[in-house]
């Protein structure tokens, strides 16, 4: 099992910029890739960004490349989001997800946080 709990959402103006973090605990964080999702009010759960469990490989959807980033820190057993340039569009609640391997994470993870709102006000 693998708990996660995200924070670090708010409010905030178009063009500013947000980390997400997302916490870790159970077993073993760095044998596990880990993605972000979001849900916009009315809309199906979308795929973020992914992250391979070393870090080397990393996974972003179209609407997010060049404006976010995803990191992790598996000393620290955390996962981020750097999001940069928020739009109005970016609002969502946003979940973190572990599953064994990237390709995994990226359609059906194993494991979800219970979510954190971003909301973006233009």
């Known amino acids: 099992q693998v708990q996660l709990v995200e924070s670090g959402g708010g409010l905030v103006q178009a063009g500013d910029s947000l980390r997400l973090s997302c916490a870790a605990s159970g077993r073993t964080f760095s044998s596990y890739a880990m993605g972000w999702f979001r849900q916009a009010p009315g809309k199906e759960r979308e795929f973020v960004a992914a992250i391979s469990w070393g870090g080397g490989r990393t996974d972003y959807a179209d609407s997010v490349k060049g404006r976010f980033a995803i990191s992790r820190d598996n000393a620290k057993n955390t996962l981020y989001l750097q999001m940069n340039s928020l739009k109005p569009e970016d609002t969502a609640v946003y979940y973190c997800?572990?599953?064994?391997?990237?390709?995994?994470?990226?359609?059906?993870?194993?494991?979800w946080g219970q979510g954190t709102q971003v909301t973006v006000s233009s």
């Open positions: 997800a572990a599953a064994p391997t990237l390709v995994v994470v990226t359609t059906s993870p194993n494991y």
